[in-house]
């Protein structure tokens, strides 16, 4: 009896232990991506100012690729009193570079699975401090661009951060670590653009209006880079991990092909392939992963254009526009979210999407600031739930050997989206209107909420 007890009681103990050491992980990846993301995100209120600034300065390499934009447009049929060049333009730039981040997470995830989480990620971040540096030292639109290129090469990171909450060991951790990536994000969105606007309106006369804030996004990737190594442990043991770089580039066809990255063709490589009904439903949360993001991404990214022109919105109300929705977001995804019990996901993602639907029926046609609010309210509440639960679902499946690459994919998979819905949201909204837009993107929702209909009970993998 008393053997029983003490068995009883330092399993209790080891499982406390376990547990607190899974909550200083999460709490650290938390705020090493929420720091991450805020720098990030100080640039996005003043990109359409710098695409200006090159083109007033009429820099050469930025007007010959505005001529590429006009020959574009005008092969894509837009009338010619509709044609948001700047936009388009900037659209464009932004797609290279998630299609950078499709390349360099499934990557970066691969060598992680062999070096190891923390000095990857360590290395990525130091891309992050050359990106904002060449940003901070830009004159011409040619290193801005680079610093772009950089940047994007390096953001591999994200993906990393998801891993590392992948090697938690419970499911309710893993559940828990991802909904606080989503309120890292959430925050990160919120703060980062008000921030960037701020630091821009403080400039003096002679400075270029955006040096502040891109040295406050390198002293953030500084202080990233300095709070990692100081304290995230490393969350993959040797024994645990792949037995060479080489074996994880074998795969990189599989990882750098769209097709096969659909398949998961990575993680069916070597004697720890997943079951077949395993594969098959990473494959049905793959492509529903894509899916909700392109029309997603897209229908975002037309937002503010919406707002604009029907309700003539300031850059002031663009951004209080964009802090509710991040707070919502945040509040959401901290109270409701993180509570979501483990194997409850799929529930409430299909819940989520089902919202969609008409909060983008309600943006689309709304004919008041009141209508257009109600929808924005559902339109926030999905946004908290979709992409921390789809992960915390994706990073059960695998070995621990494999996750790095199974986020990396998926995170792949959603720069992909990124990179495409964008470009086909705005065309669809330039041709046709932004109610057609908002209706017929809205009504594709209802695929992949059939997909996870599809899904399957998950096979017991170790």
């Not at 996005?44 to 574009?72: A, H, K, N």
């Not at 940047?151 to 909904?179: E, Q, W, Y």
């Not at 955006?210 to 995230?232: P, Q, W």
């Amino acid at each position: 009896m008393a053997l029983g007890e003490r068995g009883s009681s330092s399993s209790s103990c080891s499982n406390g232990r376990q547990e607190q050491s899974h909550n200083r992980v999460i709490t650290i990846v938390f705020l090493a991506l929420f720091i991450d993301l805020l720098g990030f995100a100080l640039i996005l209120p003043l990109f359409p100012s710098i695409l200006d600034y090159y083109s007033q300065t009429e820099d050469g390499f930025y007007l010959s690729l505005q001529r590429g934009v006009d020959w574009f447009a005008g092969m894509a049929g837009i009338p010619p009193e509709r044609k948001y060049n700047s936009v388009l333009f900037g659209g464009l730039i932004g797609s290279i570079f998630s299609l950078l981040q499709f390349f360099s997470s499934p990557l970066t995830g691969a060598v992680s699975d062999h070096w190891g989480r923390r000095p990857v990620i360590l290395v990525t971040v130091m891309g992050l401090i050359a990106s904002y540096s060449l940003w901070a030292a830009s004159r011409t639109f040619g290193v801005f661009l680079l610093s772009r290129i950089v940047g994007g090469i390096s953001k591999g990171n994200v993906s990393l951060c998801t891993a590392i909450i992948a090697d938690l060991h419970s499911p309710k951790a893993r559940s828990k670590g991802m909904a606080m990536i989503g309120v890292a994000f959430s925050l990160g969105f919120t703060l980062g653009p008000m921030m960037g606007a701020y630091l821009a309106m403080q400039t003096e006369k002679g400075e270029v209006f955006y040096l502040r804030s891109a040295l406050s996004a390198l002293v953030f990737a500084v202080a990233d880079f300095i709070f990692i190594f100081l304290l995230l442990p490393e969350t993959l043991p040797k024994e645990k991990r792949v037995p060479s770089v080489t074996s994880g580039f074998q795969a990189a066809v599989d990882l750098l092909s769209p097709l096969a990255l659909f398949q998961f063709s990575a993680v069916t490589r070597g004697k720890e392939s997943p079951s077949e009904q395993n594969l098959q439903n990473l494959k049905i949360l793959g492509l529903a992963y894509f899916l909700y993001l392109f029309l997603f991404s897209g229908l975002e990214y037309t937002l503010s254009f919406l707002t604009h022109q029907r309700f003539h919105f300031s850059s002031m109300q663009q951004g209080k526009m964009f802090f509710f929705i991040g707070i919502t977001m945040a509040v959401i995804q901290g109270g409701y979210a993180r509570r979501i019990k483990p194997g409850n996901e799929i529930r409430a993602v299909k819940r989520a999407i089902v919202l969609l639907i008409p909060a983008f029926l309600l943006i689309g046609w709304a004919a008041n600031v009141t209508v257009l609010s109600a929808g924005l309210l559902l339109y926030s509440f999905a946004a908290a739930i979709v992409i921390p639960c789809l992960s915390a679902v994706v990073s059960g499946y695998g070995t621990a050997g494999q996750k790095g690459r199974v986020m990396g994919i998926l995170r792949s998979l959603g720069a992909l989206a990124r990179a495409l819905g964008p470009i086909l949201a705005a065309a669809v909204y330039w041709l046709a209107g932004a109610e057609i837009c908002f209706t017929v993107c809205g009504a594709f929702f209802l695929v992949p909420l059939a997909l996870l209909r599809s899904i399957k009970q998950q096979t017991k993998e170790e």
